[in-house]
């Protein structure tokens, strides 16, 4: 009566002792942060509460176009899908790896009919020749984590999960922000085929004049074939412009999930307005970039694989328990005299490897390594890339408004050169120079108020967009979790 127990005794205790890990506790890599960003550019530092929107981002540029455009990349861009799948996989092997926290319970059934040889050896005389057996039985095994290392493998894929999370919001903000560039450029695009429609049409009449002229003997032949030159070659920059559209647009389709054949969007040339970018402290941005937050979660990671390697150094304690019926006729299986039953513990432990286990803790070892180099890598570029898009902002801001005052200016300088030719003051050379240069600061403005934009779309997602690491929080991917649930 005391075996039964002590035997309960001994289990209460062994599962007491369990779960103690073997891995090193965790420390976040160290990172050099600086106290600020550098100062000046079109953004502002942001308060504690004031931070980029978590959600909808883009909507910072008030383009209801640019919205629903995003929105549909949301829901049917195939790459974004491959991510979410992608998420979940890690989600679902977390699942398998949870499994060895509880015991493992299978159940069988066999009914065989054998024939035995009857030159078997060993065969009694009286063995019946051919005969059947019947079993009933169930198992139930459960490894007492000692050491632990199901705990430490449960940690690591919770981590790898958690990275697998970032990476879909890294996806998503990286999908989200070429949509907006490559919008941003077809709008760019728009607006050059308008200025260069309205050149060809100013060029035209160019051209009719020196044809006019001509015909009065008061010009040459030659000005009439550089004003036609300069109109070919700028009809020949609008279909090229035009070609370039084309390619953004099939692109946009693509990112959005429809077939370039099908989908079109219709001209527009009025740019966004830049928006005011609310900018926090340095430290923020490793909270916001999810980037930085997966290479974290793998550092972690690979930090509580150690543990699972330490812990082969140590015996692994298993209890299992069986139990069913067995019998050679059916009629009877079910009784008293036919019941069968195991139980007890198995204690396993390597004694000589050739080193393999020492070899594999330094393995797992230099693996959190490498995570945490590449964590700080991945640090510095999160910086230096806040950092070029603001010096580009900044650069670009001084660079426009020179050259709004070069498009005045070329444009005066045209206006000027056009009625001093009709006036037979200067040659057509001096006309076609002043209609050259003041395409080209137009294009120039253009090109400038495009890459602006497109500045401030890569400043948004250096600093992460609206994603926050609190989405790795347990709470929140129970919910994302529950909601994947509920769509299917």
Request: net charge negative; proline share 4%; charged share 15%.
């Amino acid at each position: 009566m005391k075996k039964p127990k002590s035997l309960a005794a001994t289990v209460a205790a062994t599962l007491a002792l369990s779960a103690c890990s073997m891995a090193p506790a965790y420390k976040v890599p160290d990172a050099p942060v600086a106290p600020q960003f550098q100062p000046g550019g079109p953004w502002t530092t942001a308060a504690p509460a004031d931070q980029l929107p978590r959600e909808g981002w883009w909507k910072l540029y008030g383009d209801a176009r640019l919205d629903d455009l995003e929105d549909q990349l949301l829901v049917h861009n195939a790459d974004l899908a491959a991510a979410f799948a992608s998420y979940q996989q890690s989600r679902d092997f977390l699942a398998q790896v949870r499994a060895d926290l509880f015991p493992q319970v299978s159940l069988g059934a066999s009914a065989i009919r054998t024939r035995q040889s009857d030159n078997a050896a060993l065969r009694g005389a009286t063995s019946p020749g051919v005969y059947n057996s019947y079993s009933l039985t169930a198992q139930a095994s459960y490894e007492v984590d000692l050491w632990g290392r199901v705990h430490d493998n449960v940690a690591s894929g919770r981590s790898s999960m958690q990275a697998s999370a970032a990476d879909l919001a890294s996806v998503r903000l990286s999908l989200e922000a070429e949509l907006a560039n490559s919008y941003l450029s077809l709008v760019g695009e728009d607006r050059q085929i308008d200025l260069l429609q309205k050149t060809v049409e100013a060029y035209e009449r160019a051209l009719q004049l020196t044809r006019t002229l001509q015909a009065g003997g008061a010009v040459s032949g030659l000005d009439v074939n550089r004003a036609q030159t300069l109109l070919s070659s700028t009809r020949s920059q609008l279909s090229q412009t035009q070609a370039q559209r084309a390619l953004l647009q099939h692109a946009i389709a693509v990112l959005v999930g429809q077939s370039a054949s099908t989908f079109t969007l219709d001209v527009k040339t009025d740019l966004p307005n830049l928006p005011v970018i609310p900018i926090g402290l340095p430290s923020t941005l490793l909270q916001r970039r999810p980037d930085i937050a997966a290479a974290e979660r793998r550092t972690a990671a690979a930090n509580a694989q150690i543990g699972v390697a330490r812990s082969a150094f140590f015996p692994s304690l298993n209890l299992s328990a069986g139990g069913g019926f067995a019998s050679g006729t059916w009629g009877n299986l079910l009784t008293a005299p036919s019941a069968v039953w195991a139980l007890g513990p198995s204690l396993l432990m390597d004694v000589f490897d050739g080193g393999r286990r020492r070899a594999q803790v330094a393995a797992a070892h230099h693996a959190t390594d490498e995570a945490g180099a590449l964590y700080r890598g991945v640090v510095l570029t999160a910086f230096q890339q806040v950092e070029d898009n603001q010096s580009i902002l900044t650069d670009l801001g001084t660079a426009m408004v020179d050259q709004q005052e070069a498009t005045k200016a070329a444009d005066h300088t045209l206006s000027l050169s056009l009625a001093l030719y009709k006036q037979g003051a200067n040659g057509y050379l001096d006309v076609v120079t002043a209609q050259v240069a003041a395409l080209d600061a137009h294009q120039g403005l253009l090109s400038l108020q495009t890459n602006q934009l497109q500045a401030s779309v890569g400043l948004v997602r250096a600093l992460g967009g609206g994603w926050s690491s609190d989405e790795l929080a347990p709470d929140h991917l129970a919910q994302e979790q529950k909601m994947s649930s509920a769509t299917k």
